[in-house]
């Protein structure tokens, strides 16, 4: 919203940086050289003059906003130009003569008119219904506050030549630029006084302050921040602090009700409170450059930071690795904490080199402005072959004959925050993939096996006839491997022993006081679903690590879910599995939809009271949303994501031990998680680790899943063993192997860990398959309050008492003291009426 604008002319000179802080200013294109940016500036082309559409273009890319041509011109220039950025100039009399192509063609309208006619400008402002209307009186008439304020109420504006413009009070032959300015604003106050809200130059507010006419009329002139104090009158900003500002703009909003003065704010900021904003401390962007413009001037020696300013080719190397990791990443959690990663390092770099964010959204603004766009290639160094055959938008690649290597730091060197950073997940909120996946559930819920079907068909690519396979099964569905079926055996007898001795069979009964016994005893969770990832890899072991404690708690009803293969069919070596574990239904879908079947039921999927099993995050978060819902009445085992492992190794760590650990997790998929900690390492020793964990990675078939997990994995160096073990178990990770001297001996000191894998010959592999552990564990550093999957998590405890009369006589004073305090009549009756009956 503007009141006027100004047309520069022999006295554009002397007010064009006050002009300038009210928004776009009309300049002659023949006289423009005077200008030291065309910034913000319409050029209006003679009449007389014809222009080619190539002129109109070079003006724009250098970056003025708009450009006025003459209908003569238009027939050249429409539709070679955007029509936002092309404003029609029309003699009064030459409106019937415009034909829609130009009309549609345009975003706005000079009409150049001998006198102002409210009823004609009302008229063309209806012909012209999607443009803006701006009056130019020709010959020039005086301006005053009622011919601006009229114009605006027929919807246009007044174009005013900068001669009929003053800084001094208006006259009859000049207006104030003030009053022009503020001719259209209302005020609903008393005193008259006009809300003004103050930002900075990236637009965060910084406050709320409220002006009047002369002091908007001294900020426009001085180019100072002057607001009107309610109490105390005019307050010039920083007069006495300090802190004062340089006005960048004023603006009216699109009521004409209230202004925004955006400025540049010097000192310690604009609240009262020394800080950038009454709204609170900065966030986002603008903490960071804070952050790193306070760090540049006074960070401390050997702080990563300062070693960032200081070394220019660290500098440059971080910003070429983070745009690496940044063209790499392929989910949405994944692009985000790399693209954050890559703006922290060019920021430092912008900051170093006295650049603001401000600047740069200038000059994104500027190239926003062009017309002329180049072809886009990327330079030759950069570039690759393009391939033949159609364009398909994938991730780029990470660069296949580079080396697998995890990104390394030093706890010696690392401020708090970037030690936060190391113990990070790159992955999406909860909330934001709850409202990904709840329509698939919702779909679910409501559709049954019509949805499931529906649902297995887009997303599995598979048509079924039906969702379940109930037993028996048959012998052809179970055709493995002889060598897999023992092996199979094997780990189901080893895991069944260990889960079988952790049955809680026993009642736990204690008198509390004489008469009075209360007990707790387990009893199995009915209905139990379980989720068996398919993917990238197939998971007998994950049908094994759920379904022997389910079987072992005596639960009566076990329905596996697990995507269908592209013929319909489960895997043998789960189908073996299921029966092993006396599974009363197979599922056959996964992700979301799985859940929510198990979750609800449907036609024919039975309903469960508890969902287990890993999974990505659409499965996790529609596990935790229906966890939520009380139509669904179900708990889940944990909010499991995806896998992760963390290695401690000291000096006495096999090399090809600890890379084959750590590449054992990478290989799950490229959101695996891997960190080595290592303790006190020579170069040497970390060497030969990253050497044989290429080396290794480059022999498996995996190794584009691999390379992509390690390439956001990391090393972190610390000093001792307990600085490691204090940031693993800050980390809480899902698998920790201790590669370290006495082993044993640390286990004690590991507070936060879903398993723990102890010495040299203990592979996590193991844990994963066959030595009796379940390998059903928690990442996302939710090991500091949840176990893994084990036998009591089929099984719900109850609890019970029994009081004797005597018991009572004891008791049940107590009780009803209890009762009486907290105003609950009725439980105090309930006692009392069998104290005072006849034994």
Known sequence: MSAFLPLLDQNGDALFDALNRLGPIIVHAHQSSFLPTPDHTIYLVDQQAPVTSAQVADWLDAGVEKVIIPLSSAMTVINTVP????????????????????????????????????????????????????????????????T???????????????????????????????????SIVTSDRKDSLFPTVVSNQSGQALGLVYSSVESVRESIVSGKGVYQSRKHGLWRKGETSGATQDIISIRLDCDSDCLEYRVVQHGAGF??????????????????????????????????????????????????EEADELCSATSPEEVAFEAADLIYFALTKCVAAGVSIADIERSLDRKAKKTSRRPGNAKPQWSKQAPTGPKISTPAPIPADGPIRLRTSDLATVTTEERVQLLR??????????????????????????????????????????????????????????????????????????????????????????????????????????????GTAILPSTALMLGIPAQVAGCTEIVLATPPRPDGSISPEVMYVAKLVGASAILKAGGAQAVAA????????????KIFGPGNQWVTAAKMLVQNDTDALVSIDMPAGPSEVLVIADHT????????????????????????????????????????????????????????????????????????????????????????????????????????????????????YASGTNHTLPTNGYARQFSGVNTLSYQKHITSQEITASGLGGLGPIVATLADCEGLQAHANAVRIRLSAPQ
């Not at 198990?598 to 009271?609: Q, R």
Request: proline content about 7%.
């Open 653 to 768: 760590a096999n090399p090809a031990f600890v890379a084959a650990d750590l590449l054992s997790q990478a290989e799950h998929g490229i959101d695996s998680q891997v960190v080595l900690v290592a303790v006190n390492p020579t170069a040497d020793h970390l060497a030969s680790i990253e050497q044989e964990i290429d080396q290794q990675a480059r022999a498996l078939e995996r190794v584009d899943i691999v390379r992509q997990s390690i390439s956001k994995s990391i090393i972190v160096k610390v000093s001792g063993v307990e600085e490691a073990i204090a940031f693993s178990n800050d980390y809480a990770p899902e698998h920790l192997i201790l590669h370290l001297e006495n082993a044993r001996d640390r286990v004690p000191l590991i507070q936060n860990a879903g398993s723990v894998f102890v010495g040299p010959y203990t592979p996590e592999s193991c844990g994963d």
């Open 148 to 182: 601006v304020r009229e114009i605006s109420r027929a919807g246009a504006t007044l174009i005013i030549p900068s001669s009929d413009l003053t800084s001094q009070p208006t006259s009859t032959t000049q207006i104030n630029i003030a009053d022009a300015f503020l």
């Open 598 to 609: 198990m979750a609800y039921g449907t036609e024919t999927v039975p309903k469960v009271d």
């Open 271 to 320: 609240c009262h409170l020394n800080r950038l904003s009454c709204f609170g401390p900065a966030s986002g962007l603008t903490a960071l450059e804070n952050t790193l413009k306070s760090r540049l001037e006074s960070a401390p020696e050997g702080s990563y930071t300062k070693r960032l300013f200081e070394d220019p080719e660290l500098l440059r190397s971080k910003i070429m």
């Open 83 to 146: 029509a936002e950025r092309l404003i029609l100039l029309l003699d009064v009399g030459s409106v019937s003569a415009v034909s829609d192509k130009i009309r549609n063609g345009v975003s706005g309208v000079v009409l150049k008119t001998p006198t102002v006619d409210i009823d004609l400008i009302s008229s063309v402002s209806s012909f012209f219904s999607n443009s803006s209307i701006y009056v130019l009186p020709d010959p020039p008439v005086p301006p005053s506050i009622h």
């Open 425 to 534: 997940r790159p992955v999406l909120k909860s909330d934001e993939m709850i409202n990904k996946v709840k329509p698939i559930v919702d779909q679910v819920r409501q559709g049954g096996d019509k949805a499931l079907l529906e649902l297995t068909a887009r997303f599995d690519k598979v048509r079924l006839a039906s969702t379940v396979t109930f037993p028996p099964f048959t012998p052809e569905m179970m055709q493995i491997d002889e060598e897999v079926r023992k092996a199979i055996d094997v780990a189901y007898a080893n895991i069944r022993k260990f889960h079988e001795a952790q049955v809680d069979g026993s009642a736990l009964v204690v008198e509390t006081m004489p008469g009075v016994v209360c007990s707790r005893f387990a009893r199995p969770i009915a209905r139990v679903g379980l989720y068996v990832p398919g």
